[in-house]
């Protein structure tokens, strides 16, 4: 399995955003939450995830509010689950606690642990890396581009609604690598489900399969 464990950057000095992000997790991913995401304590939240694109997804989403530090632990859950996400356990939720941890420590605010697969999950954890340093490099003209087209409009279709030519979309795109983007996420994602496949739910435990 997949937790994703977020604390909010600076919780002491900014308003408290934990529940808006639970509720936009819950909102948009909760076919893919075996448990509803929510506060574990204080200002941070964590989520369950049966799947690498989910999971990406909401660590790329959170990590581009730059208001959270985000952890994702991949490794075995203990069955049956709790009643709340709080009540459950297992070592995708220690990993996910030792990810989050580094992250705060770390320039792009994300880590990735697994206890069982260290080495997997560094690897992995280089790869996300990359792509978030260039997410961070994308004008905000570049994220109008990469909401419009995620929305399902076509670029020139993106273009009239920016009142742009289609020349100059077609340069932010280009400049805000969206294509580099969609082509890495897809792997990264496979990725993330091979290493969890790697794991099994154990009611007595947690063991790799």
Sequence with gaps: MIVITADQI????????????????????????????????????????????????????????????VGIGIGGVREPLGRDIRESTGDAFISARTAVERAKKRATRFALAST???????????LVDLLLILRARRSEQGWEMRDLISRGLTQANAATELGITPQSASKRVRTA????????IGPLARLVDALDAGFAVSAHGNERA
Excluded at 177 to 184: I, P, S, V, Y
């Design 10 to 69: 600076d919780g002491r000095n900014t308003p408290d955003v934990a529940g808006e992000a639970i509720a936009f997790v819950n909102g948009r991913f909760s076919e893919h939450l075996p448990l509803p995401a929510d506060r574990t304590a204080g200002d941070e939240i964590q989520a369950l995830v049966d799947a690498g694109r989910p999971a990406l997804d909401i660590a790329l989403a959170l990590t581009r509010s730059g208001r959270w530090s």
């Design 177 to 184: 690598d969206l294509r580099a983007e969609d082509a890495a």
């Design 116 to 126: 069982a697969a260290p080495a997997e999950a560094s690897d992995l954890e280089a």
